[in-house]
């Protein structure tokens, strides 16, 4: 039963795919993501990339088990999952990677959405990493993901319908305005460089949410500079190194989730590219769940004022005492 | 048998495409030494 679903309540379509149900979790005897084990079959490696092997959606799937009609309906699941693999090394979290590797990165994450944006049955790419246990990690390697979707999800439709607003009414970019809002108020504001701006939104929604946003306006990382690819590698190792420094737990919990206009032969001009850092860790012995409220009603509850958060990030450090991996 | 089907260059990476055995994508990343050209 691999399909897409429509829900039209809420007007967006769900992913149904019994095939991930079949995933490992947590295996303990080895890590298939280790090199030489199963996925990559070489000694080492420096940064590889592969479809899902349990993937939600599929470049050829199967056609679905049901037939919709025009209020239930169904479409193939046709897209792309992917794994990208950051170094070879089990142990390294993302924020302890190289400066070098972190750019190589951004490269890798650059040409991935290059080449799944010329697809023609892809509307849209997302690219994220899912990392700690409480966020759900089924492998602890270190690794992020990236889907390329036949439909603009729900929230990027929300997002670029209230940019594409702001861009007719007020004639300037929303984004650009929270950048200016947020380095005039400066409280918010976690680090910055010439290129990028990291701060807690006015509007967090989760604990120590941090958006990462480039000064200069564009829509997708097919846009970034020199400069702006190696201060974006810059800006996610100093957001990774200060939530591990947080708190002194192993593994501090967060997804990075990048924001980007969709691929659909659309002009999406007024977006502006940005990232999104999100933790359910609230304190170092206590898990934000996003239980009734949030899931029942999507208004989410924050104990930290977003004020706090920031300041909390801020008196962190980045730098990691363990040091960095060799970049290669 | 994991077979190579493309070499390329992006920025300083070397980009190797190999088709899996189970007919899977899988691309390898490697920085680029000195001289050599993808």
């Known amino acids: 039963m691999p399909e897409l679903r429509w829900n039209p309540v809420l007007k967006r379509w769900n992913i149904i795919s019994d095939k991930r149900q079949d995933r490992p979790v947590l295996p303990e005897d080895s890590c298939p993501l280790c090199p030489g084990v199963l996925e990559v079959p070489e000694d080492d490696y ?52 190289s400066l070098d590797r972190m750019e190589d990165l951004v490269s890798v994450w650059t040409d991935r959405f ?53 861009s007719r009414k007020q004639d300037s970019c929303l984004f650009c305005r929270i950048i200016d809002r947020e380095k005039d108020f400066a409280d918010r ?8 701006l990291a701060f807690v939104p006015f509007y967090a929604r989760l604990p120590y949410e941090v958006h990462l ?10 846009s970034l500079k020199d400069n702006e690819a190696r201060s974006l590698a810059r800006g996610i190792k100093t ?79 980045a730098e990691r005492s363990d040091g960095e991996v060799n970049g290669g | 048998m994991n077979r190579t089907v493309e070499v390329t260059k992006v920025d300083g990476l070397k980009k190797e495409k190999v088709e899996k055995e189970d007919g899977r994508l899988m691309i390898y990343y490697r920085p680029r030494e000195d001289g050599e050209d993808g």
Request: with cysteine.
């Open chain 1, 46 to 97: 420096y940064i590889v990339t592969f479809e899902n092997r349990f993937p939600a959606l599929e470049r050829q799937p199967e056609e679905p088990n049901l037939d919709g009609d025009s209020f239930y309906r169904v479409r193939e699941n046709r897209g792309v999952c992917e794994v990208v693999l950051y170094s070879s090394d089990h142990e390294v979290p993302p924020a302890d990677l």
């Open chain 1, 114 to 166: 290059r080449e799944l944006s010329e697809e023609e049955f892809i509307d849209y790419v997302y690219i994220f990493e899912n990392r700690g246990r409480e966020i759900g990690v089924t492998l602890d390697h270190p690794h992020g993901q990236l889907y390329a979707l036949p439909f603009v999800p729900p929230l990027a439709r929300k997002s670029i319908q209230s940019a594409r607003e702001h």
């Open chain 1, 189 to 196: 504001v976690v680090w910055e460089n010439e290129d990028f």
């Open chain 1, 213 to 222: 946003y480039p000064k200069r306006h564009f829509p997708t990382m097919l």
């Open chain 1, 239 to 317: 957001v990774l190194g200060k939530y591990s420094n947080l708190f002194p737990i192993d593994d501090f919990p967060y997804i990075t989730s990048f924001h980007q206009a969709p691929v659909d032969g659309k002009d999406y001009s007024y977006y502006h590219f940005h990232l999104e850092f999100y933790s359910l860790q609230r304190a170092e012995d206590k898990i934000k769940y996003r239980a009734g409220v949030e899931t029942g009603t999507s208004t989410f509850i924050s104990s930290l004022s977003p004020e706090k958060m920031a300041q909390d990030l801020k008196e962190t450090e």
